[in-house]
């Protein structure tokens, strides 16, 4: 399949022969879909669409709410690094690394807080924090918003963006997640969520 990129640096070929915007589909590693593929999934809650348009072309793309899938070592030495430059936490190399990311505020999160909310916040951050085996982390894109959630919520910036870029590549709703196994293996979760999950998941 053709990546989209290909298409964008033929926009200029689009233009000189059509004033209608050209309409591409694809998934969210911007690989091409038919629109019969893309259209297919009778599963909508399980799926979030983005539209990115400009002057010549519109692209829909379809991102899952969960996925699973592994990074290689280099990458996870990558996110580690990241991880200790910003905590001063070390990470062992048998722990699960659980990163809960806030990409900002939305219609989802937008608000004074929810009392019954950071009361659940609260009681995660105390049993998770017990667990040798899981090193916990909340990572912000946007600072704005993040003081409605429970100050024992320890927030550090995604300063080089290599969470985002790694598995939050789209503004999901409210908050999202990743749990990374010791062999690279993860299990993410996009857009809003039972914090309690977490522990369930792990």
């Known amino acids: 399949m053709k990546k989209i990129f290909l298409v964008l640096i033929l926009l200029t070929y689009f233009n000189s022969y059509s004033q209608e915007k050209k309409i591409i589909y694809s998934d969210e590693d911007l ?37 699973v899938g592994r990074i290689s070592k280099n990458h996870l030495t990558k996110i580690k690094k990241q991880l200790l430059n910003t905590s001063k936490i070390k990470i062992d190399s048998t722990q699960t690394i659980v990163i809960n990311f806030y990409s900002g505020i939305d219609n989802c999160n937008k608000g004074p807080g929810n009392s019954t909310i950071n009361a659940l916040y609260n009681k995660y951050i105390r049993k998770i924090s017990k667990r040798k085996d899981v090193a916990q982390f909340f990572i912000y894109k946007q600072i704005e918003g993040t003081n409605t959630y429970p100050r024992k919520t320890k927030w550090l910036k995604d300063s080089q963006q290599l969470i985002e870029k790694t598995f ?35």
Do not use: Q, W
């Open 168 to 202: 939050f590549k789209f503004h999901y709703p409210c908050f999202s997640y990743v749990i990374i196994k010791p062999n690279g293996n993860y299990y993410s979760k996009r857009g809003e969520y039972m914090i309690t999950e977490i522990l369930e998941k792990i």
């Open 31 to 67: 690989n091409e879909l038919t629109k019969e593929k893309y259209i297919s999934n009778p599963l909508k809650k399980r799926f979030f669409e983005y539209k990115t348009e400009n002057d010549s072309l519109i692209i829909y793309t379809r991102v899952a709410r969960n996925k």
